[in-house]
């Protein structure tokens, strides 16, 4: 698809009687990624749910490829949107390939089976997302890293359009950090989806993608390209710490440190 991916205007949501977004606007071009970062309680994770439509709106509108995400039916929007959670501790008794499977229920019509053309779409997810060597293997006996991986595989069979990632390297070492990375990077490449990624990595995270979106307090306070956030004060208003910019001398990039107030 061509145009626009995501058209958000002046979205507001309230949860619990308490303002989450407020006046939320941005919008993304088909095939372009994006990072939202912010701080914790700044509501980037609503954002996502509101994408998925599994959060409602108070106000303002969400369209999805020219059309407003209400009009789309589940099993269509399960087909266009594939979505990574943050790693958690899965418990779910299935092994790796039945549960990258289960991903193809929005293709099934009424009471019938995954077919072969399901399991072999099946098959390649696993091996574009490198855990084919998992496939028998209990989803819950893999580490942090590896059920990542699992989970999207499990949003490449959807054979989505956009890819939606919460926070996708939290509490992984730094191996699988990279892994992930690497691996969405690549998909991103070799596949045209769209991305949006909550991110708390600014180096290897947002610096990567085609555009940022800044929230804090639940409102946009950022919203443009990555180098956006090298402005003078641009990053210590958005997290209320300082921060110094380091450039690597053989490659000239530049890299974000937290910095330390000084009394």
Same mark, same amino acid.
């Given at each position: 698809? #061509? %145009?626009?991916?995501?058209?958000?205007?002046?979205? #507001?949501?309230?949860?619990?009687?308490?303002?989450?977004?407020?006046? &939320?606007?941005?919008?993304?071009?088909?095939?372009?990624?994006?990072?939202?970062?912010?701080?914790?309680?700044?509501?980037?994770?609503?954002?996502?749910?509101?994408?998925?439509?599994?959060?409602?709106?108070?106000? %303002?509108?969400? /369209?999805?490829? *020219?059309?407003?995400?209400?009009?789309?039916?589940? /099993?269509?929007?399960?087909? !266009?949107?594939?979505?990574?959670?943050?790693? +958690?501790?899965? $418990? &779910?008794?299935? $092994?790796?390939? @039945?549960?990258?499977?289960?991903?193809?229920?929005?293709?099934?019509?009424?009471?019938?089976?995954? $077919?072969?053309?399901?399991?072999?779409?099946?098959?390649?997810?696993?091996?574009?997302?490198?855990?084919?060597?998992?496939?028998?293997?209990? !989803?819950?006996?893999?580490?942090? +890293? @590896?059920?990542?991986?699992?989970?999207?595989?499990?949003?490449?069979?959807?054979?989505?359009?956009?890819? !939606?990632?919460?926070?996708?390297?939290?509490?992984?070492?730094? /191996?699988?950090?990279?892994?992930?990375?690497?691996?969405?990077?690549?998909?991103?490449?070799?596949?045209?989806?769209?991305?949006?990624?909550?991110?708390?990595? !600014?180096?290897? %995270?947002?610096?990567?993608?085609?555009?940022?979106?800044?929230?804090?307090?639940?409102?946009?306070?950022?919203?443009?390209?990555?180098?956006?956030?090298?402005?003078?004060?641009?990053? *210590?208003?958005?997290?209320?710490?300082?921060?110094?910019?380091? *450039? *690597?001398?053989?490659?000239?990039?530049?890299? &974000?440190?937290?910095?330390?107030?000084?009394?």
């Amino acid at each position: 698809m #061509t %145009g626009s991916a995501y058209r958000i205007d002046h979205l #507001t949501v309230a949860l619990g009687g308490k303002t989450v977004l407020r006046d &939320v606007s941005f919008s993304l071009e088909s095939g372009s990624s994006m990072a939202v970062i912010g701080p914790n309680g700044a509501g980037k994770s609503t954002l996502l749910k509101c994408l998925l439509r599994l959060v409602m709106p108070a106000a %303002g509108s969400i /369209r999805l490829f *020219e059309k407003d995400l209400g009009r789309y039916s589940r /099993r269509a929007l399960a087909r !266009l949107t594939g979505y990574v959670p943050q790693a +958690g501790s899965d $418990t &779910v008794p299935f $092994t790796v390939e @039945e549960f990258v499977l289960m991903a193809r229920y929005a293709y099934l019509g009424a009471f019938s089976h995954f $077919t072969e053309t399901d399991r072999q779409i099946t098959r390649d997810a696993m091996a574009r997302a490198r855990v084919e060597n998992f496939a028998g293997r209990m !989803l819950h006996t893999l580490s942090g +890293g @590896e059920r990542q991986k699992v989970h999207i595989a499990a949003a490449l069979a959807q054979q989505p359009q956009v890819m !939606l990632l919460d926070e996708a390297t939290a509490f992984l070492d730094y /191996r699988h950090q990279v892994e992930i990375l690497e691996l969405t990077d690549a998909l991103r490449r070799e596949t045209g989806m769209t991305v949006i990624a909550v991110t708390h990595d !600014l180096n290897q %995270g947002a610096l990567q993608y085609d555009k940022v979106l800044a929230l804090k307090d639940g409102a946009v306070v950022c919203s443009g390209r990555p180098g956006d956030l090298l402005e003078t004060g641009r990053l *210590e208003s958005i997290y209320d710490t300082p921060f110094r910019f380091l *450039e *690597e001398p053989e490659t000239g990039t530049t890299y &974000v440190v937290p910095g330390r107030r000084v009394p």
